[in-house]
């Protein structure tokens, strides 16, 4: 093969060293623990529209999640991931099968304060890599300076949406419209949280205890690009089984493949303090902090040339 498109990727794959020394350093210097848990897992979370890579009669990891969690609930309070997961047939200018994960987790925290740690980690990589204040992507100049826009799913639905957030989850729209219509608008000049999504959409998030309809949940929007995924846990056993349960039947449903069951997982949620988690792309950052249009500017292999 030539490797001529290695070669003129260079310089950002040198940038996306450094941000991710600067990932790790941020998150050191908080006095988080750096920790690694296993790739190949027997049961992955029930995701409906995610899919796992079968590897025997196992599966790759879609997100250390679960794992990490039960590490909290050992009583490790400030965890960190840097790692690699699968999530199979994703592919696309923004999206590999194969990509790079950023996952931490601290205990006695909630979704707003994960808000505030993503503005400090994001603004502590643009330091380091001098970038400053003023991201430039695509043309677009975007202020990264704290604090950042928010807006809830349901304002975003009434803004950009054309209809209300419930009817949009009654017709069965609601990720349709969020991708065409809603994600494009957001984070354009301003970094942007969108968050409280509704209930049915929380996945493993805790629901909001002023407002049950929706979970604590929010992504991070820059660019037009969401950046990372992030929650209040669900802390209780018994709902996240509720819905592990809901999800696997959805799955059944549509003919995908049903997942067994995490029981070490549901068993130690028992244990688990309060605490909040976050998922952020570091390829997606990587493109933010290099002006690269397509993933494939960030990664040394696509997977077309393995």
Do not use: H, K, N
């Given at each position: 093969m030539s490797y001529s498109r290695q070669a003129a990727i260079r310089?950002?794959?040198?940038?996306?060293a450094r941000i991710i020394d600067a990932v790790r350093a941020f998150f050191i210097a908080a006095g988080f623990l750096e920790i690694e848990t296993p790739v190949r897992i027997p049961a992955p979370a029930p995701e409906v529209h995610i899919d796992a890579q079968?590897?025997?009669?196992?599966?790759?990891?879609?997100?250390p999640e679960l794992c990490m969690k039960r590490l909290l609930a050992a009583g490790y309070e400030k965890i960190f991931q840097i790692c690699r997961c699968f999530r199979k047939g994703e592919r696309g200018g923004r999206h590999v099968p194969e990509m790079t994960l950023l996952e931490w987790y601290a205990?006695?925290?909630d979704y707003l304060d994960l808000?505030?740690?993503?503005?400090?980690?994001?603004?502590?990589?643009?330091?380091?890599?001098d970038i400053g204040h003023r991201l430039v992507y695509q043309g677009r100049t975007v202020d990264l300076t704290p604090p950042w826009d928010r807006l809830t799913v349901a304002e975003a639905f009434e803004r950009f949406g054309g209809m209300p957030v419930q009817q949009a989850l009654d017709r069965g729209c609601f990720d349709e419209i969020m991708g065409l219509d809603i994600e494009p608008q957001l984070g354009i000049e301003r970094p942007l949280f969108l968050y409280d999504y509704p209930a049915r959409c929380g996945a493993l998030a805790r629901l909001k205890p002023a407002d049950t309809s929706v979970a604590e949940r929010f992504e991070l929007y820059i660019a037009g690009m969401e950046l990372c995924n992030a929650f209040s846990e669900l802390t209780d056993p018994r709902e996240q089984r509720t819905r592990f349960d809901a999800d696997s039947r959805a799955r059944g449903e549509i003919g995908k493949t049903v997942?067994?069951?995490?029981?070490?997982?549901?068993?130690?949620?028992?244990n688990m303090p309060s605490a909040a988690g976050n998922a952020l792309g570091l390829d997606r950052l990587v493109m933010l902090f290099t002006g690269a249009a397509s993933i494939d500017g960030v990664v040394a292999f696509t997977p077309e040339e393995l």
């Open positions: 310089p950002a794959l040198e940038r996306r079968e590897t025997g009669d196992w599966f790759l990891q879609t997100s205990a006695g925290l808000m505030t740690q993503c503005e400090d980690l994001i603004g502590f990589v643009a330091a380091r890599i997942y067994p069951v995490a029981e070490p997982f549901l068993q130690d949620l028992e």
